[in-house]
């Protein structure tokens, strides 16, 4: 892989929004006009993987001033802004996983919430994958208050 890692641009939530349809249920997933009013409101923390130019992942961030994540911010209605970097989703094309890829965004999304000026980082997740955000610096805080998609999601967090 060829990869590069960087800002979000409006052109590329098309592929953005392919990549979604591809990596989660219905239910869970983010409409393509929340990826674009999220590009626009938190460019800084919106990022991009590309191998050889081909968009194969992204995460997407955004700052709040809660210090867990609720199910307010995965809509596009604007959240008080704050010194906690919420982690809305983290993913890559079926053909770049298992290939250190979504690492690889942690590790640059860490990266640009520190550059922020933000406090801490904080995401939920399925069981299945807290051990793989623990490898990252996550803590896991228990049962999120979430029920985005109807699913049951920990609360995971990093002091910056």
Known sequence: MNLNIRKARPKDMDRVYEIEQESFPPEEAATKEKYIWRQEHYPELFLIAEDSGHICGCICMISMDASLINDD????????????????????????????????????????????????????????????????????????????????????????
């Open 73 to 160: 911010v995965f809509e596009t209605d604007p959240i008080p802004d704050g010194k906690t970097c919420a982690v809305l989703t983290v993913m890559t094309e079926a053909a770049a996983r298992r290939k250190g890829v979504a690492g690889l965004l942690l590790e640059a999304g860490i990266d640009a919430a520190r550059s922020q000026g933000m406090d801490s980082i904080v995401l939920t997740c399925k069981e299945h994958l807290v051990h793989y955000y623990s490898r990252f610096g996550f803590e896991k805080v228990g049962v999120s208050a979430s029920v985005h998609g109807g699913a049951v999601w920990y609360d995971m967090t990093q002091k910056l």
